[in-house]
């Protein structure tokens, strides 16, 4: 085969495909006999449409628009496959909800609940890839079912930590620098780092804009670790508006202007990648793109950087964590080939294929895959293999739903944390997030 042309992609610009040959090569042989024989006639001659977010890992994105075109071929099935900007995908999404034209999506957390009545139930499907992988991990099990019953199968979810310049840290005195895998901070002492470094000249970086990543994979684990929730136990209360947590959201007003860059107020998930790969920042909550970036096209740095894990507080350490969900519209006028498709693709052929190409970035959705081998061939992401077992749901101590999701989407609790450090007033912020929580959750 010969390798694609390299080129950008339109939203992730600092990682570009000059990687694609390897994903054609990682492609490897794929069988030939799809279905065991030939395609069903029902699905030869018709089209699927396929709706994802942009890869920030682009030989992976390669690596699927080339699997979807080996496998039309061989299915006899003319295939599209769309990647869109990460905050255009749930527009999106919706519109196909409404009035079709779209097959086979990539679904966040929580929108399987969200769009649960719009959803084809694919239980038997996923429990099949779930028996085949050992049991899906705790945190797949806790996010990805919908009433019992799988309207999507599970495909684990992109890792996040804090990246940092090894050197840089070292210059602001911390211990074992050299090695993440040593360093185990609480968020006050992360602060700390962050105000000498930007004395330095280096501040940390945060996004705190509407984007589905970065800036509720950061606001909500400091929530939780700081005694906070969306939703009492019981679901009878919102459980945000705390003393405890007013508290801690006054220590990060004073962290954002001693030691971040406070641009990161209007920052997506592209941001941060970008600061800190042109050195404008020393550390960032970030999954490991930058390194995988890095690795590539700025070797220096990549030599230089590092993974720890999220800073802990009084509650604990956590992350959020829930699946994403590949899923097919009940609107589709192709749900039998759409079928095929992913019994196909979640095969360990190709699904374990596009999995390790991307090197840890995406976690592990299966528990067979918790200890591959591509685990532990680069120690500096040793930190993301820890990540699962921290991992909590929007809607916590709640369970994950519609009304989760919606807050989520809604932003309401990134918002809070963008609030206050515009405005300086924690406790007003705060008791503004709880407002909004209890009107998306009605309570």
């Avoid at 065991?36 to 390669?62: C, E, M, R």
């Avoid at 019992?148 to 070292?170: D, E, H, T, V």
């Avoid at 705190?208 to 009492?232: I, K, R, V």
């Avoid at 800073?311 to 759409?338: D, H, M, Q």
Wanted: aromatic fraction near 14%; charged fraction near 25%; glycine fraction near 10%.
């Amino acid at each position: 085969m010969e390798k694609k042309t390299q080129r950008k992609l339109s939203r992730r610009e600092f990682i570009t495909t000059g990687a694609a040959g390897l994903g054609v090569a990682a492609l490897g042989t794929l069988p030939r006999q799809v279905f065991g024989g030939q395609a069903p006639a029902v699905i030869k001659g018709t089209k699927l449409a396929f709706l994802q977010a942009t890869y920030f890992i682009a030989p992976a994105q390669d690596l699927f628009r080339k699997q979807v075109e080996e496998w039309g071929k061989m299915a006899g099935v003319t295939m599209a496959v769309d990647f869109l900007n990460w905050p255009d995908l749930q527009p999106k999404i919706a519109a196909a909800v409404q009035a079709g034209g779209v097959d086979i999506m990539d679904l966040w957390p929580g929108w399987n609940f969200l769009y649960r009545n719009s959803l084809v139930d694919l239980t038997r499907e996923a429990e099949e890839v779930g028996k085949r992988g050992g049991g899906f991990e705790p945190y797949v099990l806790n996010s990805g079912k919908v009433g019992g019953r799988w309207l999507g199968i599970p495909n684990g979810y992109s890792n996040a930590s804090m990246a940092y310049r090894i050197s840089w840290f070292k210059e602001a005195g911390v211990a074992n620098a050299d090695d993440g895998n040593k360093i185990d901070m609480t968020w006050a002492e992360y602060f700390a780092v962050a105000k000498k470094m930007k004395a330095k000249g280096k501040p940390f970086g945060q996004a705190l804009g509407h984007s589905t990543g970065d800036p509720p994979g950061f606001c909500y684990p400091y929530m939780w670790s700081n005694g906070a929730m969306e939703l009492s136990k019981d679901g009878k209360s919102i459980a945000f508006n705390k003393p405890e947590f007013v508290d801690a959201m006054k220590k990060f007003v004073q962290a954002w202007k001693d030691g971040y860059d406070e641009t990161g107020t209007s920052w997506d998930d592209s941001n941060n990648n970008r600061a800190y790969l042109s050195e404008q920042i020393s550390s960032t909550f970030n999954g490991s793109s930058i390194y995988f970036a890095a690795k590539k096209d700025k070797p220096d740095i990549a030599k230089d950087t590092h993974h720890i894990l999220i800073p802990k507080g009084p509650a604990g350490r956590f992350y959020w964590l829930e699946t994403r969900t590949t899923a097919i519209l009940k609107n589709s006028k192709n749900v039998a080939a759409a079928k095929e498709f992913l019994k196909w693709w979640f095969q360990d052929e190709q699904y374990n294929t596009w999995w390790r190409i991307q090197e840890g970035y995406h976690l592990q959705h299966v528990k067979k895959l918790a200890d591959d081998p591509m685990w532990f061939k680069d120690p500096k992401m040793t930190p993301f293999k820890q990540q699962p077992k921290y991992g909590l749901n929007t809607g916590y101590a709640g369970p994950p739903n519609e009304k989760a999701a919606l807050a989520w989407s809604k932003y309401i609790v990134v918002d809070t944390f963008a609030k206050a450090v515009q405005s300086g007033d924690a406790k007003a912020a705060v008791e503004w997030g709880a407002e909004q929580l209890k009107r998306a959750y009605g309570v």
